[in-house]
């Protein structure tokens, strides 16, 4: 066999020992025929690097060494697209602590006495930063795996590695095997499990593809739905129209036909006035004294006749369509509406510290006009951010201290403070409109189709816009809770399936029944703020893991779409119709991402 250049494969992808927080993988370094076979065991548990470093040995192996940059790279790619690891800084086996000099160019060495290279390629830009007391050494995730110092006290994740034997040959290899039999099993095990869950997403692909139909059918409802009620309303709207011409015509007719009954009247009486002078007109004198008798009646039957010439009740009737109607009926409308496929994943440029304040951000919302309000974390004010100046131009003092906050309309905002929501109207100076009391103290606060969803501790609750308690969701069926700390709460536009951030369960999602659909708790580590967008797409921050996960309307994990760059993210909110999403960290941070690209 020819000799090949120093290369690190994995021959089994993830091992996982049942209960424990310890992820196993296996590879190999190849020199020639000769191969080096080690079990590097990443544990997620964290420890100091003292402590760290006699576990390992207590294992027969050592803190990781990582002297190849082939090395760095792949254990930097093992540890951030491998779904069982979720940190972002890992201790290795590099330390200066036996030097002499700890500035010297040789003081830091690997467990087997190797030097460490101390070129950029390896370490953290101006790393190591402090070596006279920081002697450890640890991967740092979120600068692309680099070396950066820490102190041995600081408890973190580690790496351990343990060189299980060579081989040399075929032989080589069977004798290895034969001294270590569970390699075999477990590589089997390894492949077994990866078939498995590949079946596994062969059956949920057959489900989301009847999922899919199922959408299609509900898409298509909805249209017809939409067309029903709108040729319901024209119906309606026709009848009513119909029935004031009725009316409109019933009216005019009956003064028409008063008019004639009025006229006829006085036809009756003139022609009898013609027949008498017709009969005594031989005679004048006796027409002169019938013409005086009757000059008042042929008075009266010219005014009337002259009125009768200024009465036009035919064709009085007209429709005049309403504004909306003409509109409709003069534009050129080609489509009734948009069919759109949503995002499924969103790709965001990196921040910028738009605002800062005294207050750490506890929950954010946006208005229609692009407005940011936020309330702070141990505050009682309201804040009002204009996105085109990218800074605080008004505040207002309230009740109590405030949690959270969320949109009403495109006028109104609720606020969370202590018992009660307050209705802040925001179309100018900010100002108290109303204040609905309620029998809890709250934190998280949201508003959907004209219900109040709030939470406080253990229990989400329901109200009216009037106060009124319309249900509680806080146990299991079996009588066990749900939630123990909650903070913020959303209802998906989609499925109006409720989402809530459990400091201590995770990311809850339930019906509204209060069935407990899926529960979200190894990618967000104390998650806090969530919201989500007009596609049903829900977004959470983690406070401690300092990123910000995408979950599907189901509540489902999809991906982690913001990991560099935050810390301690709390309150968040994202206006899709400017691409924004801005996240309130700790000391009153906001700092805002830009979506540069969507995948559908």
């Given at each position: 066999m020819a000799r090949m250049s120093l290369e690190e494969r994995a021959i089994a992808v993830e091992m996982i020992e049942a209960g424990t927080s310890v992820r196993q993988v296996w590879y190999n370094i190849r020199f020639g025929n000769e191969i080096t076979i080690f079990k590097t065991t990443v544990v997620e548990s964290i420890s100091t690097g003292i402590l760290a470093k006699s576990n390992c040995e207590n294992e027969g192996g050592f803190l990781a060494k990582v002297s190849t940059i082939a090395k760095l790279q792949y254990l930097k790619k093992l540890l951030t697209e491998c779904s069982a690891f979720g940190g972002l800084v890992y201790l290795i086996g590099g330390s200066n602590a036996d030097a002499s000099n700890y500035l010297a160019p040789d003081a830091w060495k690997w467990p087997d006495g190797e030097v460490v290279n101390m070129t950029s390629s390896f370490w953290v830009p101006g790393g190591p930063n402090v070596p006279m007391t920081e002697h450890c050494m640890f991967m740092s995730l979120d600068v692309d795996g680099l070396f950066d110092d820490i102190s041995c006290a600081w408890v973190e994740k580690y790496i351990c590695e343990i060189q299980v034997g060579k081989c040399n040959g075929v032989h080589g290899i069977l004798r290895f095997v034969h001294r270590e039999p569970n390699i075999v099993p477990e590589f089997i095990q390894t492949v077994e499990n990866i078939a498995k869950e590949l079946k596994e997403h062969q059956k949920r692909f057959h489900q989301e593809h009847e999922q899919l139909q199922q959408n299609k059918k509900d898409v298509i409802s909805n249209i017809e739905t939409t067309r029903d009620k709108i040729i319901n309303i024209i119906r309606q709207q026709t009848?009513?129209?119909?029935?004031?011409?009725?009316?409109?015509?019933?009216?005019?007719?009956?003064?028409?036909?008063?008019?004639?009954?009025?006229?006829?009247?006085?036809?009756?009486?003139?022609?009898?006035?013609?027949?008498?002078?017709?009969?005594?007109?031989?005679?004048?004198?006796?027409?002169?004294?019938?013409?005086?008798?009757?000059?008042?009646?042929?008075?009266?039957?010219?005014?009337?006749?002259?009125?009768?010439?200024?009465?036009?009740?035919?064709?009085?009737?007209?429709?005049?369509?309403?504004?909306?109607?003409?509109?409709?009926?003069?534009?050129?409308?080609?489509?009734?509406?948009?069919?759109?496929?949503?995002?499924?994943?969103?790709?965001?440029?990196?921040?910028?510290?738009?605002?800062?304040?005294?207050?750490?951000?506890?929950?954010?919302?946006?208005?229609?006009?692009?407005?940011?309000?936020?309330?702070?974390?141990?505050?009682?004010?309201?804040?009002?951010?204009?996105?085109?100046?990218?800074?605080?131009?008004?505040?207002?003092?309230?009740?109590?201290?405030?949690?959270?906050?969320?949109?009403?309309?495109?006028?109104?905002?609720?606020?969370?403070?202590?018992?009660?929501?307050?209705?802040?109207?925001?179309t100018g100076k900010l100002k108290l409109t109303d204040c609905i009391a309620v029998g809890q103290n709250t934190h998280g606060l949201y508003y959907y189709d004209d219900i109040f969803y709030v939470t406080s501790f253990g229990s989400v609750y329901k109200y009216d816009k009037n106060g009124k308690l319309v249900?509680?969701?806080?146990?299991?069926?079996?009588?066990?809770?749900?939630?123990?700390?909650?903070?913020?709460?959303?209802?998906?536009?989609?499925?109006?399936?409720?989402?809530?951030?459990?400091?201590?369960?995770?990311?809850?999602?339930?019906?509204?029944?209060?069935?407990?659909?899926?529960?979200?708790?190894?990618?967000?580590?104390?998650?806090?703020?969530?919201?989500?967008?007009?596609?049903?797409?829900?977004?959470?921050?983690?406070?401690?893991?300092?990123?910000?996960?995408?979950?599907?309307?189901?509540?489902?994990?999809?991906?982690?779409?913001?990991?560099?760059?935050?810390?301690?993210?709390?309150?968040?909110?994202?206006?899709?119709?400017?691409?924004?999403?801005?996240?309130?960290?700790?000391?009153?941070?906001?700092?805002?991402?830009?979506?540069?690209?969507?995948?559908?």
């Amino acid at each position: 066999m020819a000799r090949m250049s120093l290369e690190e494969r994995a021959i089994a992808v993830e091992m996982i020992e049942a209960g424990t927080s310890v992820r196993q993988v296996w590879y190999n370094i190849r020199f020639g025929n000769e191969i080096t076979i080690f079990k590097t065991t990443v544990v997620e548990s964290i420890s100091t690097g003292i402590l760290a470093k006699s576990n390992c040995e207590n294992e027969g192996g050592f803190l990781a060494k990582v002297s190849t940059i082939a090395k760095l790279q792949y254990l930097k790619k093992l540890l951030t697209e491998c779904s069982a690891f979720g940190g972002l800084v890992y201790l290795i086996g590099g330390s200066n602590a036996d030097a002499s000099n700890y500035l010297a160019p040789d003081a830091w060495k690997w467990p087997d006495g190797e030097v460490v290279n101390m070129t950029s390629s390896f370490w953290v830009p101006g790393g190591p930063n402090v070596p006279m007391t920081e002697h450890c050494m640890f991967m740092s995730l979120d600068v692309d795996g680099l070396f950066d110092d820490i102190s041995c006290a600081w408890v973190e994740k580690y790496i351990c590695e343990i060189q299980v034997g060579k081989c040399n040959g075929v032989h080589g290899i069977l004798r290895f095997v034969h001294r270590e039999p569970n390699i075999v099993p477990e590589f089997i095990q390894t492949v077994e499990n990866i078939a498995k869950e590949l079946k596994e997403h062969q059956k949920r692909f057959h489900q989301e593809h009847e999922q899919l139909q199922q959408n299609k059918k509900d898409v298509i409802s909805n249209i017809e739905t939409t067309r029903d009620k709108i040729i319901n309303i024209i119906r309606q709207q026709t009848e009513d129209a119909v029935q004031k011409v009725e009316e409109q015509y019933d009216e005019l007719n009956n003064k028409l036909k008063n008019k004639v009954t009025y006229l006829n009247n006085e036809i009756d009486k003139i022609v009898k006035l013609l027949e008498h002078i017709n009969l005594v007109s031989h005679d004048v004198p006796q027409v002169f004294v019938l013409a005086k008798k009757s000059k008042d009646f042929v008075s009266k039957a010219a005014q009337v006749n002259n009125d009768m010439k200024h009465v036009n009740l035919g064709k009085r009737l007209a429709f005049c369509l309403d504004n909306l109607y003409e509109n409709i009926l003069t534009c050129d409308i080609s489509d009734l509406g948009n069919v759109i496929m949503t995002p499924w994943l969103y790709h965001f440029s990196k921040a910028d510290d738009k605002f800062a304040g005294s207050d750490t951000v506890y929950d954010l919302c946006y208005t229609a006009d692009g407005s940011v309000f936020f309330t702070g974390e141990d505050s009682k004010m309201l804040h009002r951010i204009c996105h085109k100046k990218s800074k605080i131009v008004e505040k207002l003092e309230l009740s109590s201290f405030s949690r959270g906050v969320c949109c009403v309309s495109n006028t109104t905002v609720a606020v969370n403070c202590g018992k009660t929501i307050q209705l802040i109207d925001i179309t100018g100076k900010l100002k108290l409109t109303d204040c609905i009391a309620v029998g809890q103290n709250t934190h998280g606060l949201y508003y959907y189709d004209d219900i109040f969803y709030v939470t406080s501790f253990g229990s989400v609750y329901k109200y009216d816009k009037n106060g009124k308690l319309v249900k509680t969701y806080c146990k299991y069926p079996d009588g066990n809770n749900i939630f123990f700390n909650i903070y913020n709460i959303v209802v998906n536009p989609v499925n109006k399936h409720i989402h809530v951030t459990d400091h201590i369960s995770g990311v809850i999602t339930m019906n509204q029944e209060g069935h407990v659909l899926n529960v979200v708790k190894d990618k967000s580590s104390v998650p806090h703020g969530i919201c989500v967008d007009q596609f049903g797409q829900v977004f959470v921050s983690g406070y401690f893991t300092n990123n910000i996960i995408q979950l599907n309307c189901d509540g489902r994990y999809i991906t982690t779409v913001i990991r560099d760059g935050l810390k301690r993210p709390q309150g968040i909110c994202f206006d899709t119709s400017r691409g924004r999403f801005y996240i309130g960290c700790n000391r009153g941070r906001c700092k805002v991402y830009k979506v540069e690209k969507y995948e559908k």
